[in-house]
């Protein structure tokens, strides 16, 4: 009799568990103006796990205070160098590639919306970023489609040679079952660390000087010839 019962509570035990291996796990992130969004969707349970976005409650408490005799300026949320983004172009893919190979069939992205204003500090750089960037794309984007099942994509370039800071905006949503989804991380986690690692090393450097007269010349060009163009 025990041991029926023993049969009994193991049998239901691996059905929930097949259960919760088999229910999808869906993950949305949005990410624009240096905010970020993301939030966790399993069954009919939807988890936030990061916001920007502040609560009502804790604006009005703010107001409430007096102000500070000497405020510090809030500092620009800090964005990707040049060095860094040639370093994630050269090295993330790899992981990712190599980890999808296996398990990629089990994982579906609906929507895959990407827009990129890329710009440096030195034109001539966003010039070659655009170009790395457009090859980095027409290669990687063919093989994450056969890897992959990508049902809406948006992905674009923007080269702006009188900005100095790349900006995203992003909208992408990843789906996978748990099982398929304890696999990838088991196979990406050594390269992310590798790569997390690399990326921090190659934080940001203050511009160089002639990085800065460039870009001002190529706007000063920039809005002469469309002032001559007007003119004419």
Same mark, same amino acid.
């Given at each position: 009799?025990?041991?029926?019962?023993?049969?009994?509570?193991?049998?239901?035990?691996?059905?929930?568990?097949?259960?919760?291996?088999?229910?999808? =796990?869906? &993950?949305? %992130?949005?990410?624009?103006?240096?905010?970020?969004? $993301? #939030? +966790?969707?399993?069954?009919?349970?939807?988890?936030?796990?990061?916001?920007?976005?502040?609560?009502?409650?804790?604006?009005?408490?703010?107001?409430?205070?007096?102000?500070?005799?000497?405020?510090?300026?809030?500092?620009?949320?800090?964005?990707?160098?040049?060095?860094?983004?040639?370093?994630?172009?050269?090295?993330?893919?790899?992981?990712?590639?190599?980890?999808?190979?296996?398990?990629?069939?089990?994982?579906?992205?609906?929507?895959?919306? =990407?827009? &990129?204003? %890329?710009?440096?500090?030195?034109?001539?750089?966003? $010039? #070659? +970023?655009?170009?790395?960037?457009?090859?980095?794309?027409?290669?990687?984007?063919?093989?994450?489609?056969?890897?992959?099942?990508?049902?809406?994509?948006?992905?674009?370039?923007?080269?702006?040679?009188?900005?100095?800071?790349?900006?995203?905006?992003?909208?992408?949503?990843?789906?996978?079952?748990?099982?398929?989804?304890?696999?990838?991380?088991?196979?990406?986690?050594?390269?992310?660390?590798?790569?997390?690692?690399?990326?921090?090393?190659?934080?940001?450097?203050?511009?160089?000087?002639?990085?800065?007269?460039?870009?001002?010349?190529?706007?000063?060009?920039?809005?002469?010839?469309?002032?001559?163009?007007?003119?004419?």
């Amino acid at each position: 009799m025990v041991g029926k019962i023993l049969l009994v509570v193991l049998f239901v035990i691996l059905a929930l568990l097949v259960t919760v291996l088999l229910i999808p =796990v869906y &993950v949305r %992130v949005t990410y624009e103006h240096g905010e970020i969004n $993301a #939030v +966790l969707k399993y069954a009919r349970f939807t988890i936030p796990l990061a916001s920007s976005e502040k609560n009502d409650g804790e604006e009005t408490k703010k107001e409430d205070k007096p102000p500070k005799a000497e405020k510090e300026e809030k500092k620009p949320s800090k964005k990707p160098t040049w060095e860094q983004i040639q370093y994630t172009l050269d090295t993330l893919p790899k992981v990712i590639l190599k980890a999808l190979k296996r398990t990629g069939r089990r994982i579906w992205i609906d929507p895959l919306k =990407v827009h &990129v204003l %890329v710009a440096t500090a030195d034109p001539a750089d966003t $010039a #070659v +970023l655009y170009g790395k960037l457009e090859g980095f794309l027409a290669a990687f984007l063919p093989m994450l489609h056969r890897t992959v099942r990508i049902r809406e994509q948006d992905i674009q370039l923007f080269p702006d040679f009188c900005e100095d800071r790349m900006d995203f905006l992003v909208d992408a949503g990843v789906g996978v079952r748990p099982g398929g989804l304890l696999a990838v991380l088991l196979l990406t986690a050594g390269g992310m660390i590798k790569w997390y690692i690399g990326f921090r090393r190659r934080a940001e450097k203050t511009p160089a000087a002639d990085g800065e007269k460039k870009q001002t010349t190529a706007c000063a060009d920039t809005a002469a010839s469309a002032e001559s163009e007007r003119s004419s």
